[in-house]
């Protein structure tokens, strides 16, 4: 897996992102938050547009001055990270 940082630089083409709190979720995240798997920084993410068949996504990432620990704990949740995207409840 590669970091975040070459995502910014246009070198990857792999997402680095090892876990999503998502808080909408529409046959995939649409809005959260995602960590990434080098070097842990954490983004604000939301899907602005996609395509007529839904197949191609575009989103929006903003990086945080927060990880994703402080933002779980701040938000009173308790997540499973059993799998790598986990959806808050309503």
Do not use: H
Not at 33 to 57: H, V
């Amino acid at each position: 897996m590669e970091c975040c940082q070459l995502l910014k630089d246009g070198v990857s083409s792999a997402l680095p992102f090892e876990r999503v709190l998502a808080v909408g979720y529409y046959d995939g995240p649409t809005e959260g938050f995602s960590e990434c798997a080098m070097c842990r920084r954490c983004y604000y993410f939301k899907k602005l547009a996609w395509d007529e068949s839904q197949d191609i996504r575009i989103f929006a990432f903003t990086p945080l001055n927060l990880d994703l620990a402080e933002i779980v704990r701040k938000s009173n949740i308790q997540p499973s990270w059993e799998f790598p995207i986990f959806l808050v409840p309503n």
